[in-house]
């Protein structure tokens, strides 16, 4: 399979304050995408982003896939921001490989 | 739309019961897959879904059965549990086909097996 990494593992930061989260992935992908999980556990998914940049609100991302790697750029983070984000990439036959996560905590 | 929904929210189970996790979709997704969750780990892929009748294997299938009779069901099994299976397990879709679409998850379901 794919091997995804993130990084870094923990996070904290206070708010209003900007960050970056790294994801590399060991393989061409045709599927990355970034995903939120609340401290009660729903995944949220913020971005498909197989490659380029894309924007919504405080939070953006930029996959260069020929270099195998992806950044979620939070800006002027909240609270509600806290939780793990995950990585996670598809190449062909429908598999899809998660890393083991960012857990972000933002506080007051 | 309920989008994915996930019964039971929360199981304990013993050694060697069986039991099947529920997941349904009501978005008339083709792609539906299981994931278990371990602490400190990232989601790891146990069955999918291509559409009714299709299902292959992911990353850890062993000690789970899956079947697509319907496009909006997608039921896991276990026919045997074991406290390796103890995890949180999460059904997820999407329009066609796990890899150029966004995913959609259910809130999940926390299975203890003692």
């Known amino acids: 399979g794919i091997q995804v990494e993130q990084s870094p593992p923990d996070l904290i930061l206070q708010e209003g304050a900007n960050s970056t989260l790294r994801c590399n992935f060991s393989?061409?992908?045709?599927?990355l995408q970034w995903f939120h999980q609340n401290p009660w556990g729903q995944l949220i998914n913020l971005f498909y982003?197989?490659?380029g940049t894309k924007q919504n609100g405080r939070l953006s991302a930029t996959t260069v896939a020929t270099e195998r790697y992806s950044l979620l750029y939070i800006s002027s983070s909240q609270t509600t921001d806290s939780g793990v984000y995950f990585c996670?990439?598809?190449?062909?036959?429908?598999?899809?490989?998660f890393g083991t996560g960012t857990s972000l905590t933002v506080i007051p | 739309n309920a989008g994915v929904t996930q019964t039971p929210k929360f199981q304990v189970l013993k050694t060697g019961q069986s039991m099947t996790l529920q997941c349904a979709q009501d978005?008339?997704?083709?792609?539906m897959s299981w994931y278990r969750q371990d602490p400190g780990m990232g989601l790891r892929l146990i069955h999918y879904?291509?559409?009714?009748?299709?299902?292959d294997q992911g990353e850890v299938p062993n000690g789970y059965n899956v079947s697509r009779s319907t496009t909006e069901d997608f039921p896991l099994r276990l026919l045997s549990a074991a406290p390796s299976q103890t995890s949180v397990y999460f059904c997820?879709?999407?329009?066609?086909?796990?890899?150029?679409?966004?995913?959609?998850f259910g809130p999940g379901t926390r299975l203890l097996v003692l």
């Open positions: 997820a879709s999407s329009q066609a086909g796990g890899i150029q679409e966004t995913q959609y």
């Open positions: 393989d061409s992908v045709n599927n």
């Open positions: 982003i197989p490659s």
């Open positions: 996670a990439v598809g190449r062909t036959g429908n598999q899809f490989y």
């Open positions: 978005m008339n997704h083709e792609y």
């Open positions: 879904s291509v559409g009714a009748g299709i299902t």
